[in-house]
């Protein structure tokens, strides 16, 4: 009924290109960053902000990042963890060697150093395709934690292998270490998630987006009209590195403050991300977030109804959690092999058909 | 003198590890082959048969930790043994019931779409089936034991002794890795004659040339797609029960499945014999890899040991292989068209 573009005029050229044309979307859109920014910091607690909210946040952001190299480029990618773990290390190593500096840079350039990572990764696809190129970034994944593992230097040689997050300040407000509160920990990570995703959104429909689209719709027919592979395949593992570096970064810095390597940064991570991206749908930032949702609730739920609720072993739900999650991706693939984002795009348009679909 | 016998040894230890490689990549292949799906799952799938196996063979109830949870019960065993024959024979008759399940209830609905999209699938197979084997089998180490010959030969540690000085006590081989490359040779025998000249096998190979040409022959693509996942899953049991007698049957043998990935990739994905000789490669290469960064002066140069190479040394060999040849040793030449 008021849901539609009717009445909604746009007088100028930068009107009629935004992204959101539906007046109702641009309200939603505002209301959500509203109850984002000033609502949830006052509700906030320990348990929502660890359980639920950093975590979210954090994996949305991993998750637009390799939706870039797989949803909008087609480059299949199994190194996410791998370079989360990048991430993690350079702002590791970032935040001890340069003490003075604001930790915000300090993520920031861990995404440069995972971005640089990334392209040194990503220089194969230029000959590799396809399933032989997933395999090939599993050589990143495997490498790459062997690496933080065996070289004492990344751990500024503690005797204990892992890293711990020192406490670092933003605006006086401690941000990383164990005095930081459940707000500030989600403010800093809204933030950034807020930053990237807006970029990722520009990003994808503009110039270098499409020619992502178009190398992962058909290369050597991209090639042919003029795309630069080599350009437009290293950028996608630039940029989505330089994501998923940042995600790596807060993981470490902010939500766990102490990291091994291997537990946090393993191939189970990379699995992880790719689910949700797959069930939030390739090549759409909403589905990023969606599918970050998705996986981060789904746990929590599973634990609450059946530890909580029927008072089952632990280890027993999460075996249960594991054919649960196998089954959704599978009836999701067969359903709808475009994810949540496909849902919420077919939802919209119904809704701006009703009441008269016909 | 000595040194090199070493190596030699290490050697001949990275065949045997090569040729259990190979066993859970050859099942890659043949499912590759015939349908075009790149089934992650495979590694998952011999863990499930290892598990199911070991399972049966004790005498467990299967879903006995749900049940107990469920209804407050304490089952655990019927309290049988079964010889280790008919468990064999009944874990393939799972498998091959696992197959009618995949064909009926994922692959049906997935025919005609992208491969990504099946190899997802087969992804949110493997974490359903790990779930599945664990509930139903319980999740603790086992050890599997079906009667094969384990520890050293000493046959040969005595026969090759002589070749070395005083230092040198002879190679030592696990007789069990004898045995596994005894029964992968006979195996990849097998499925080629029965690929060859067996009209089954005949109607496996049309599917695997083009699908659409298999079906107007009247070549029905869904049975054929129910006997290579059950083929699949035979070939599954067969690594598993090697694996598992080598170290137990746990969750780790799945992520043996990853590193059939590198071992398809330099022998390419379409080709039996390229399982075979890529899982070689790579048994022997990783072995070797470590023998020498471990043992010289790497560590020296560097400021730290080079251990436990073997963790990503098949991964890296495997990529840098590929950037010279994309399609792997055996592979078919991709070619390219718009």
């Known amino acids: 009924m008021f849901y539609r573009e009717a009445g909604d005029f746009k007088t100028s050229y930068a009107a009629d290109n935004q992204t959101f044309p539906i007046r109702l979307d641009r309200y939603r859109y505002l209301a959500v960053l509203f109850a984002a920014f000033a609502v949830i910091p006052f509700v906030i607690d320990d348990y929502w902000a660890n359980a639920i909210f950093v975590p979210f946040l954090i994996y949305a952001i991993a998750a637009i990042g390799l939706n870039i190299l797989v949803g909008y480029c087609g480059q299949l990618s199994l190194g996410t963890g791998g370079f989360m773990a990048v991430g993690a290390y350079a702002c590791y190593k970032l935040m001890t060697a340069f003490p003075d500096v604001n930790i915000v840079l300090h993520i920031l350039g861990a995404g440069f150093v995972t971005a640089a990572v990334g392209v040194l990764f990503g220089l194969p696809s230029l000959r590799i395709k396809g399933f032989y190129l997933a395999v090939a970034t599993l050589a990143a994944q495997f490498f790459l934690v062997w690496l933080f593992n065996k070289v004492p230097w990344f751990y500024n040689y503690s005797a204990s292998g892992q890293i711990n997050a020192p406490e670092r300040t933003v605006a006086g407000i401690p941000v990383t270490g164990p005095n930081t509160e459940a707000w500030a920990q989600y403010l800093i990570c809204l933030v950034f998630v807020v930053v990237l995703a807006w970029m990722a959104r520009n990003l994808t429909r503009g110039t270098v987006g499409r020619s992502w689209m178009a190398i992962r719709d058909m290369d050597i027919a991209a090639e042919i009209i003029g795309v630069n592979p080599l350009k437009a395949k290293l950028t996608a593992f630039a940029v989505s590195s330089f994501y998923i570096g940042i995600a790596g970064a807060l993981f470490f810095a902010v939500y766990l403050g102490a990291v091994e390597v291997g537990e946090a940064f393993g191939i189970q991570k990379s699995f992880l991300v790719l689910f949700m991206i797959i069930i939030g749908g390739l090549g759409s930032i909403f589905g990023s977030f969606a599918g970050a949702a998705f996986m981060v609730l789904l746990p929590v739920l599973l634990k609450n109804l059946l530890v909580g609720g029927m008072g089952w072993p632990t280890d027993l739900t999460a075996h249960l959690q594991l054919m649960i999650v196998g089954a959704l991706i599978i009836v999701f693939l067969i359903a709808e092999p475009h994810g949540l984002a496909q849902l919420w795009r077919i939802g919209k348009e119904k809704l701006r058909l009703w009441p008269f679909p016909h | ?338």
């Open chain 2, 1 to 338: 003198m000595t040194e090199f016998l070493y190596a030699v040894e290490v050697m001949i230890n990275g065949l045997m590890a090569g040729v259990l490689y190979a066993l859970v990549a050859l099942g890659f292949v043949l499912i590759f082959k015939a349908s075009g799906i790149f089934n992650y799952a495979q590694g998952v799938l011999a863990l499930f048969a290892a598990l199911t196996l070991v399972g049966l063979q004790e005498g467990q109830i299967p879903f006995a930790h749900l049940i107990n949870a469920m209804f407050g019960t304490e089952l655990h065993h019927f309290g049988w043994h079964l010889p280790a024959l008919l468990a064999i024979l009944l874990t393939v008759g799972v498998m091959i019931l696992l197959a009618i399940a995949i064909e009926r209830f994922i692959l049906k609905h997935l025919v005609n779409q992208e491969p990504i999209i099946l190899f997802m699938a087969t992804i949110g197979l493997a974490y359903f089936l790990e779930g599945l084997g664990d509930i139903m089998w319980g999740s603790e180490i086992k050890t599997l034991d079906v009667g094969l010959p384990q520890g050293g030969s000493f046959w040969i540690e005595e026969k090759t002794a002589v070749l070395g000085g005083d230092g040198f006590y002879g190679f030592f081989i696990d007789k069990l890795d004898i045995v596994a490359a005894l029964v992968a040779a006979v195996l990849v025998i097998g499925l080629t004659v029965f690929s060859q000249y067996s009209k089954q096998g005949r109607a496996l190979r049309a599917v695997a040339d083009d699908h659409q040409a298999a079906l107007s022959v009247g070549i029905s693509l869904r049975f054929i797609w129910v006997l290579v996942w059950s083929i699949a899953g035979f070939v599954a049991l067969v690594a598993g029960i090697m694996w598992g007698a080598k170290s137990g049957v746990q969750f780790s043998l799945s992520l043996i499945a990853l590193k059939a990935l590198p071992v398809l990739m330099l022998g390419g994905f379409t080709s039996i014999p390229g399982a075979i000789v890529g899982g070689l490669i790579i048994g022997v290469g990783e072995k070797l890899f470590e023998f020498t960064v471990s043992s010289s002066w790497f560590g020296d140069a560097f400021g730290f040991t080079m251990s436990a190479t073997e963790n990503w040394f098949a991964y890296v060999l495997a990529l840098i292989f590929l950037v010279f040849r994309p399609q792997g040793l055996f592979g078919e030449k991709i070619i390219e068209r718009v």
